[in-house]
């Protein structure tokens, strides 16, 4: 079993930043694929990027290629998402996923992942 936790969500004007954190515990965290979704009310969960075990690799939507980043620090744990020049329509509840399974990811599905963690909300002003 793995627990996530976020934390980093907030309230920003378009074009600021923020920076998300996952904290992972449970199991081994550098055997785990790691990801961030976000959903809006009455949409579907959407993929927002993910990173290989060993931080060597990474895949974004399109949506946020540019501008934002994810990147992990096998040695706390923690995985993070980076958010620059973010926008209104970056609005959303964000979570942290992982799997334990290498071909996760090139997945951006949220049916690819089994563990999840609770959210944390990102507001976006224009």
């Known amino acids: 079993q793995v627990q996530l936790v976020e934390s980093g969500g907030g309230f920003v004007q378009a074009g600021g930043s923020l920076r998300l954190s996952c904290a992972a515990s449970?199991?081994?965290?550098?055997?785990?694929?790691m990801a961030w979704f976000r959903q809006v009310p009455g949409k579907e969960r959407e993929f927002v990027a993910a990173?290989?075990?060993?931080?060597?690799?990474?895949n974004y939507a399109d949506s946020v290629t540019g501008r934002f980043s994810i990147s992990r620090d096998n040695t706390k744990n923690t995985a993070y998402l980076q958010m620059n020049r973010l926008k209104p329509e970056d609005t959303a509840v964000f979570y942290c996923?992982?799997?334990?399974?290498?071909?996760?990811?090139?997945?951006?599905?949220?049916?690819?992942?089994?563990?999840w963690g609770q959210g944390t909300q990102v507001t976006v002003s224009s």
């Open positions: 449970g199991r081994t965290f550098g055997s785990l694929i």
């Open positions: 990173i290989s075990r060993g931080g060597s690799s990474t």
């Open positions: 996923a992982a799997s334990s399974s290498p071909s996760t990811l090139g997945s951006q599905y949220a049916r690819s992942y089994v563990y």
